[in-house]
């Protein structure tokens, strides 16, 4: 496809985001069975929030473009097909991970939420109520709706030599990462990309891209359309929103500290012990370890979303081998604001050492990691790395025009109230801290705050 002719010539206005309500997340269709299933009738709220201050989206995205395409997302119904194919396909070795019921109310009766949308203060102001149900998978719509209609407002300010020369600049960047990555022993990347893509069309460009160059590497797409039309491995088990919840339904502060096991009881009965992998970061990684049950250990792996990914993989194996399990069989998943450099230093950190006394500081500056006659293999845990942003939307330094206007923003659509009470992250960076003032220093105070850093977000 020519990329730069397409979005050249191309009539914007009548070009959906949103072509299938597949187009998400695979966690988030497998949430939306569990909450189905056990929270039915609860209400909740999600609210967009740019943490990217410093753009104004709501003058960089024309609101009515928004509103037609949050319209047109909202039309939409699931496909025959695509249902055929989630009650029929294997997803982790497993067949029937969809229940028939959830299908057939998929196909009959879901339906997503109405939306509030203004512009207040610069920003565009985005907030979904209604039933927990209806209201889950607006999350990664609206945030792939709101990225590509800035990267749309970027295209039209350029020609259409100048829109080429900026794919082709995009391409080479793709390609000196893949090349970089290619035949490293024992890789294991999958595309997080979903929710901060350029668009969707560069979104398949690039998972094309990864399957044909790193072919066995490359694990699959959390995107669960990508997924469906390329025979893709899906990608994607659990998120945050889930112990948010279930923390703001609690009566009591021993609830409240309670919620982030019991989800993982739910969750695990839920899906007959599959789909274990931990997100132990909403209130704090090093006290959720600290206090976790026993069994919690016997978990698949965990997912590292906003701790240093060479702290907290030291901190999970540490915690491993005092609960007597092995952790070379278990799997270690880091996913925040990764890039090539940090891939290739945290697979050859936990994935195989390349000589004894290197500290965490050398692999962080990740040399060339693919000369196998080099490696000592010695895996500590079996890593693997979910690729997003800086993999679906780098076109930094790209524009020739020289100007930062295709540089990814740091934007997030939360749940922010259950059944009208607010909901809070705590997250392992004090400044991603999500809810409320007051609230999210009272968790402050019931969590504590250790092994919790405060950095700077990058996306």
């Known amino acids: 496809m020519n990329l730069a002719r397409r979005a050249h010539d191309h009539n914007w206005e009548l070009d959906p985001i949103t072509r299938s309500l597949l187009d998400t997340d695979f966690y988030k269709l497998l949430m939306l069975q569990f909450i189905w299933k056990h929270f039915g009738k609860t209400r909740a709220s999600f609210t967009l929030m740019n943490r990217t201050r410093e753009i104004p989206l709501g003058e960089v995205v024309r609101i009515e473009e928004l509103r037609e395409q949050l319209e047109s997302t909202r039309k939409l119904r699931f496909h025959k097909s695509e249902l055929i194919w989630l009650a029929g396909n294997t997803f982790y070795g497993r067949r029937g991970m969809f229940e028939p019921a959830f299908l057939n109310w998929l196909d009959q009766d879901f339906r997503l939420s109405e939306f509030e949308l203004a512009v207040e203060d610069g920003q565009i102001a985005l907030r979904f109520d209604g039933l927990w149900t209806e209201t889950t998978l607006w999350e990664i719509y609206a945030l792939s709706a709101v990225d590509e209609l800035k990267s749309r407002a970027s295209l039209k300010q350029l020609s259409e030599f100048e829109i080429d020369i900026l794919y082709a600049r995009a391409k080479t960047r793709l390609w000196e990462k893949m090349e970089r990555l290619r035949g490293v022993p024992g890789l294991n990347v999958s595309d997080f990309g979903t929710r901060r893509r350029h668009s969707f069309l560069w979104h398949e460009y690039v998972v094309k891209a990864m399957s044909d160059v790193l072919e066995e590497s490359f694990a699959g797409s959390s995107n669960t359309y990508l997924a469906y039309k390329h025979d893709l491995e899906a990608i994607g088990t659990n998120a945050h929103e889930l112990p948010m919840a279930m923390a703001a339904l609690a009566d009591t502060e021993e609830e409240l500290k309670q ?52 702290l907290a ?11 007597g399990r092995d952790p070379r069989q278990k799997r270690l998943i880091a996913s925040d604001a990764l890039d090539v450099d940090a891939i290739l230093g945290l697979h050859a950190y936990f994935g195989g050492r390349i000589a004894e006394g290197l500290d965490r500081a050398e692999f962080r500056r990740a040399g060339d990691f693919r000369d196998a006659k080099k490696w000592k293999r010695e895996p500590r845990i ?35 109230a259950v059944d009208g009470r607010p909901a809070v992250k705590l997250s392992d960076n004090y400044a991603k801290a999500m809810g409320p003032a007051a609230e999210i220093e009272r968790y402050r105070r019931l969590f504590g705050l250790e092994g919790i850093a405060n950095v700077p977000v990058a996306v």
């Open 259 to 310: 919620a982030q096991y019991r989800m993982l009881e739910l969750w695990q009965q839920t899906y007959q012990g599959e789909l274990l992998i931990l997100l132990p970061d909403t209130y704090g990684t090093t006290q959720f370890l600290r206090n976790a049950p026993d069994w919690v250990a016997d978990w698949t792996g965990q997912r590292i979303d906003s701790k240093d990914p060479y």
């Open 313 to 323: 993989g030291d901190e999970y194996i540490a915690w491993l081998q005092e609960r």
């Open 382 to 416: 079996r890593f693997s790395a979910g690729w997003g942003t800086y993999l679906t939307n780098d076109f930094r330094n790209c524009n020739p025009r020289g100007d930062e206007s295709f540089d990814p923003v740091s934007l997030v659509c939360k749940l922010s």
